[in-house]
């Protein structure tokens, strides 16, 4: 299970390092790709391998199918740890994302996103004004 938030930096290979916490739920391999509002979604292996199917399942008669699938499954790419816990993150998904030098990692439940520092920053403070909304739609879930 992945929860909380990490700051790391980018090097100029688009090289990060990945939360020591999280590399063994990653050791059997990972898929990075483009994700929702500008993040990047690094699955392990094993959940994308949920994913993958039931995007490759949607009916591609409905444009927003044809645009999903185009947008998670072209846009990913396995990555491989080094021997310092870094993954590369190839240049397209670091210009999808708006990467930076600085990056977040933020936990969530099943898949990490790995957003650039200022853009979470700018995200979270536009969520949290709204944490009424937020409440009362957990309240219409039963959460």
Not at 17 to 46: E, H, S
């Amino acid at each position: 299970m992945f929860i909380g938030e990490y700051q790391h930096n980018l090097d100029d290979k688009g090289r990060m390092a990945v939360p020591a916490k999280f590399r063994a739920l990653l050791k059997t391999g990972a898929v990075v790709t483009k994700g929702l509002d500008n993040c990047l979604f690094l699955y392990p292996k094993k959940e994308w391998q949920k994913m993958a199917p039931k995007l490759a399942a949607l009916p591609f008669s409905k444009t927003n199918n044809r645009a999903i699938s185009r947008h998670m499954l072209a846009g990913a790419m396995e990555v491989d740890f080094d021997n310092q816990g870094r993954i590369v993150l190839p240049e397209y998904l670091r210009q999808f994302a708006g990467l930076k030098k600085k990056a977040v990692i933020a936990g969530l439940y099943d898949r990490l996103e790995i957003w650039d520092e200022e853009a979470w920053q700018k995200y979270k403070a536009g969520t949290e004004a709204k944490s009424t909304d937020i409440a009362e739609a957990l309240g219409e879930l039963n959460v």
